[in-house]
């Protein structure tokens, strides 16, 4: 871990109130001390101090720290400790994440079952989750405008994912592994006394990989297994068949196609004229898409064409 990074750790305790009173004393006085000269410093000078907070830093990371509660603002402590530690960007940015990862877990859910037991969730944007047994699953209250994340830090759960071509939606799981898709259906088992993490597809497309790769898209069918202790991933056909309900309740055509499309790895061209067209139909995801497009087509006497692979499909008005 570099310097930054325990200074961090050891400014995210700090707004955490993580610390001991001598440990808040201790850097209370690092703000205090400078706001109070309000002097202009030099470049060498502000670079020599630099190295002594980190030292400071460092050599707290080593003594023991014991909850303590304090009274002052944690948002105006993060911005007078920006403001005068003289700190780098790199630092800045940790301390920035850690003011609002502790605003986000004050709006998140965490959720567990017992060794026999099973949970349904709903989450804010309609996505399904059923939660297996001996399982915890962190999630946000309501999803922010840009990103859909959630936490699975124990078990097996199965998910159904809302579509939304705007919002990814991101599963975290331990060593830093992330599930990244926009609508569809999948499980992951990440179990800390298991060496690896399996994810498999049940319908439509599945990014795996952390912040430093993407280890490979998978679509229905496929599974990633992904080992802790080698850092290695490897991709295969799921001996498993899972398949799940495919609902339209009053969806446009131009939705309901652009579902499937995520659904099966396809792709189906609609004419503009068509997207309104309203589509009620219940179906699974073990019938193919040809059989599905034939009764969609069939309640707005519609026909269809399609490849010879049955990877590309065309809607349209039958011709008087």
């Excluded at 280890?215 to 290695?232: A, M, N």
């Amino acid at each position: 871990m570099t310097k930054e990074e325990k200074a961090g750790e050891l400014l995210k305790k700090y707004l955490n109130n993580e610390l001991d009173a001598s440990g808040l004393q201790q850097v209370e006085d690092w703000y205090t001390t400078y706001e109070e000269r309000k002097i202009a410093i030099d470049a060498d000078k502000k670079a020599l101090m630099k190295q002594q907070m980190f030292l400071r830093l460092q050599k707290k990371m080593h003594t023991e720290v014991r909850p303590a509660a304090f009274h002052l603002s944690i948002y105006s402590q993060w911005l007078k400790i920006a403001a005068v530690l003289l700190i780098t960007p790199a630092l800045a940015l940790a301390i920035h994440a850690a003011f609002y990862q502790h605003k986000e877990k004050e709006n998140s859910y965490a959720i567990t079952t017992t060794a026999s037991e099973k949970k349904k969730i709903t989450l804010s944007d309609g996505s399904e989750i059923l939660l297996g047994p001996s399982s915890k699953f962190i999630y946000p209250a309501k999803f922010n405008t840009a990103l859909r994340e959630v936490e699975l830090e124990e078990g097996e759960a199965f998910f159904k994912i809302a579509h939304e071509e705007q919002r990814s939606f991101i599963v975290k799981t331990t060593d830093g592994l992330q599930t990244k898709v926009l609508g569809t259906s999948f499980t992951i088992r990440s179990f800390r006394a298991k060496r690896s993490i399996a994810i498999i597809v049940a319908t439509g497309k599945v990014s795996v990989g952390n912040t430093h790769q993407v280890f490979g898209t998978l679509v229905k069918g496929q599974q990633i297994s992904y080992d802790r202790e080698h850092h290695r991933a490897e991709i295969s056909y799921s001996p498993e068949t899972m398949n799940t309900a495919i609902v339209f309740e009053r969806t446009t055509l131009q939705a309901a196609l652009h579902q499937l499309e995520y659904i099966y790895s396809i792709k189906i061209a609609l004419s503009p004229s068509l997207y309104q067209l309203k589509c009620a139909a219940s179906f699974n995801s073990r019938q193919k898409p040809a059989e599905i497009l034939s009764i969609l087509c069939s309640l707005h006497h519609l026909k269809f064409s399609s490849s010879e692979d049955q990877k590309t499909f065309k809607v349209y008005k039958m011709k008087k």
